[in-house]
């Protein structure tokens, strides 16, 4: 019996991480590059939004051309930055983040970026 209490205390508290972790909802996500709007001459694409606090990772999204009637899926991963680097080919897409932990999560913020074919090989 002594060793079961114990045991049953560790199994309690495990369980009770969820209840520990920030609520999220009501929280943003500040996008910073690209701008909604931006052209890039480059097919890399620099993807940065501000950290969110008790935020433990973040859903990452791409799109072509927008949300509303998606054509493809480019992206759709969890990641633990706050700056992801992505190769896209020229078009127009549609980027989103939402921040998350394990019980909650933000509402996704987006922008619509533009690629353009680089037009000399400095410009990659």
């Given at each position: 019996?002594?060793?079961?209490?114990?045991?049953?205390?560790v199994?309690?508290?495990?369980?009770?991480?969820?209840?520990?972790?920030?609520?999220?909802?009501?929280?943003?996500?500040?996008?910073?590059?690209?701008?909604?709007?931006?052209?890039?001459?480059?097919?890399?694409?620099?993807f940065?939004?501000?950290?969110?606090?008790?935020?433990?990772?973040?859903?990452?999204?791409?799109?072509?051309?927008?949300?509303?009637?998606?054509?493809?899926?480019?992206?759709?991963?969890?990641?633990?930055?706050?700056?992801?680097?992505?190769?896209?080919?020229p078009?127009?897409?549609?980027?989103?983040?939402?921040g998350?932990?394990?019980?909650?999560?933000?509402?996704?913020?987006?922008?619509?970026?533009?690629?353009?074919?680089?037009?000399?090989?400095?410009?990659?």
């Open positions: 019996m002594k060793t079961l209490i114990p045991l049953l205390a199994i309690l508290l495990s369980g009770c991480t969820d209840l520990l972790e920030e609520d999220l909802d009501g929280v943003g996500v500040v996008l910073l590059t690209p701008q909604d709007g931006d052209t890039i001459t480059s097919n890399v694409v620099t940065k939004w501000e950290t969110v606090p008790f935020a433990t990772e973040y859903l990452f999204q791409v799109v072509k051309p927008d949300f509303n009637a998606p054509q493809l899926y480019l992206a759709d991963s969890t990641v633990d930055s706050s700056t992801l680097i992505y190769p896209l080919p078009g127009t897409y549609s980027w989103r983040v939402r998350q932990n394990g019980s909650s999560h933000t509402s996704f913020y987006q922008r619509t970026v533009v690629v353009e074919a680089a037009s000399t090989l400095s410009d990659l």
